[in-house]
């Protein structure tokens, strides 16, 4: 029986950034594969890594400051840490896409949406000009946009937040890459654009069988989207499993402090709880276990001592906390 090798591999990933006040580890060190036909959810508050992990994937981590100091970024096998700049520009885009938070931000105001998708498949298909309006327009109209060939000559600007969105998710997959890297695309939506934006993607992805990294910090969104997912905190990878399993079965107190602090629609009275404590500066990282100033289980003299290993918890579901055994809630 051949075992199936993974689309991405990532291995012992550290990503550091220079400043005044001294260096930022913004990623310590994490691993994790993504299959194709697989979507994997990072998930964690704001400052975890989660933006830096796809900026790094997709080679765009500015240098300076920022470089990657350790680690591995296989694609198919093929390294991506240290390809030339000239090589990478081949990839992104053609075999890595990415849709973004904020559309806005990403499509150019001055050239119409049908403009800048021809230009991204010309730079990665050798197809015409015309061959390329056509895969444009039909991806428009794939991914739910009404007059798609009206709208592929308009602006980003005279498109509703919704609608941009879904021009973002059809240039990102127009070139039909292997990779789809998703950073917060529903975050700006509301909520019933949100659920039609996720069951674009889940459909599109199960049709062309690529691999997805879905980027949240919304843990009810991850539940219904992905297959596995990681949860992070302060650039490292806390616990990570079949998605089902960890929303029903969290083992790390971080992840049960996430999925406690969501809404209970069946209790409207029941208060909020969010998890104690901010977020550490990575400036001063704490030692041991990143999560020690803000557990609830912490022990003093065994979680501020050493760093604990990411272990196999159950079948694919790995935790790294010493205190998992009798962490029976």
């Known amino acids: 029986m051949s075992i199936k090798k993974p689309l991405l591999s990532v291995r012992d990933l550290v990503v550091e950034f220079n400043t005044e006040r001294g260096v930022v ?27 830096v992990t796809s900026l790094a994937i997709l080679g765009l981590i500015p240098s300076p400051p920022g470089r990657i100091t350790a680690g591995s970024i296989q694609l198919n096998g093929r390294e991506l840490v240290g390809l030339p700049e000239s090589e990478y520009r081949k990839i992104r885009g053609s075999e890595i896409s990415m ?9 150019a105001p001055a050239i119409s949406i049908g403009d800048q998708m021809v230009e991204l498949l010309l730079l990665h298909k050798k197809i015409s000009k015309e061959k390329a309006k056509s895969i ?20 980003a600007f005279e498109l509703s937040g919704g609608m941009r969105q879904r021009a973002m998710i ?8 292997k990779l789809l890297l998703a950073d917060e695309p529903t975050t700006a939506l509301d909520v019933t654009i949100q659920a039609q934006v996720i069951d674009l993607i889940k459909n599109i992805v199960a049709e062309y069988k690529m691999g997805v990294i879905f980027i949240t910090h919304d843990l009810s969104v991850i539940a219904q989207t992905v297959d596995y997912v990681a949860v992070m905190y302060l650039g490292t990878i806390v616990e990570s499993g079949p998605v089902r399993e960890i929303i029903s079965n969290p083992k790390h107190p971080y992840t049960q402090g996430l999925i406690e602090a969501l809404p209970d629609l069946n209790n409207l009275d029941k208060p909020l709880k969010p998890i104690p404590g901010d977020i550490p500066s990575p400036l001063e990282r704490p030692t041991g276990c990143v999560f020690h100033t803000r557990c609830k289980l912490f022990e003093s003299g065994v979680c501020d001592n050493a760093v604990p290993p990411l272990s196999e918890y159950a079948k694919k579901h790995t935790v790294a906390c ?8």
Do not use: W
């Open 25 to 51: 580890r913004a990623i310590d060190g994490i691993s994790f594969d993504v299959m194709h036909g697989e979507t994997m959810g990072l998930v964690g508050e704001s400052g975890c890594g989660k933006s």
């Open 99 to 107: 849709i973004f938070q904020e559309p806005m931000a990403s499509f």
């Open 136 to 155: 444009s327009i039909d991806m428009l109209d794939r991914v739910g946009i009404a007059d798609a060939d009206k709208r592929f000559k308009q602006y």
């Open 170 to 177: 059809a240039m990102a997959l127009s070139t039909m890459p």
């Open 322 to 329: 010493f205190k998992v055994n009798t962490n029976e809630q």
